[in-house]
């Protein structure tokens, strides 16, 4: 089946530490997008990428990082510099910008 | 920038009653998209309305976008149980340079009482 995978589905972070979220797609889908959700709060948008190589911050891109470096592959990386990154963070793909997006399960990251 | 508001935060029904949520962007748009998400769950696309004054349907559910394309609706008829969720619209700015950058609302959660 095609899809998005975001491991772990699970994550503790320690302070300072740097922690990387994975999210993998099959759908062979040239964007990808982070979303980040907060409890009452729609998705805000972390970084999205348009095509291989290629990405743009989103609204609320201080703290985190990226990289493009595969067409299936879209990694973030929540930096210590982070200072509130307890969340549901959400991995999505669209076949190309501007199409309705696929979700991934997310993953919930919590501070030790 | 762009800011996309949806109205109301919460709303609770009665199975059967109608419910109707309400979406306003500070800019016009290109398109509209709706999405459901169940708890526990991820964002689910419901649809896509792109035309001024776009009407569509999906058996209870009836997605509306502005003359203007600045705002939208979802109205779903006879609610059941299994309507519960959050539901967001979300819009794509229409012209400048951040085309492929989705704003979403920050949606309804819908509760059913059986």
């Known amino acids: 089946d095609g899809g998005i995978t975001q491991s772990p589905k699970y994550l503790f972070r320690k302070e300072g530490q740097n922690v990387t979220l994975s999210c993998e797609q099959n759908l062979n889908h040239d964007a990808m997008y982070w979303y980040r959700q907060d409890p009452g709060q729609g998705l805000r948008l972390i970084y999205y990428?348009?095509?291989?190589?290629?990405?743009q911050k989103g609204d609320i891109a201080e703290g985190y990082s990226v990289s493009r470096e595969k067409k299936e592959s879209f990694p973030l990386t929540v930096t210590s510099a982070q200072k509130n990154p307890t969340a549901f963070y959400l991995c999505?793909?669209?076949?190309?910008?501007?199409?309705?997006?696929?979700f991934g399960d997310g993953t919930r990251l919590s501070i030790l | 920038g762009q800011q996309v508001m949806q109205i109301p935060q919460y709303q609770h029904v009665q199975e059967g009653e109608d419910f109707t949520t309400y979406c306003n962007s500070s800019?016009?748009?290109?398109?509209i998209q709706w999405y459901k998400q169940r708890p526990g769950g991820h964002p689910v696309f419901l649809i896509q309305?792109?035309?001024?004054?776009e009407v569509k349907k999906q058996k209870r559910l009836t997605f509306q976008f502005g003359e203007a394309k600045k705002n939208s609706s979802l109205h779903i008829t006879a609610t059941q149980t299994t309507d519960v969720g959050t539901y967001f619209c979300?819009?794509?700015?229409?012209?400048?340079?951040?085309?492929?950058?989705?704003?979403f609302g920050q949606g309804t959660i819908l509760t059913v009482h059986p």
């Open positions: 309305l792109v035309k001024s004054g």
């Open positions: 990428s348009q095509i291989v190589n290629d990405f």
């Open positions: 999505a793909s669209s076949s190309v910008s501007g199409q309705p997006q696929h």
């Open positions: 979300a819009g794509h700015r229409a012209g400048g340079t951040s085309y492929g950058k989705l704003t």
């Open positions: 800019t016009t748009l290109s398109n």
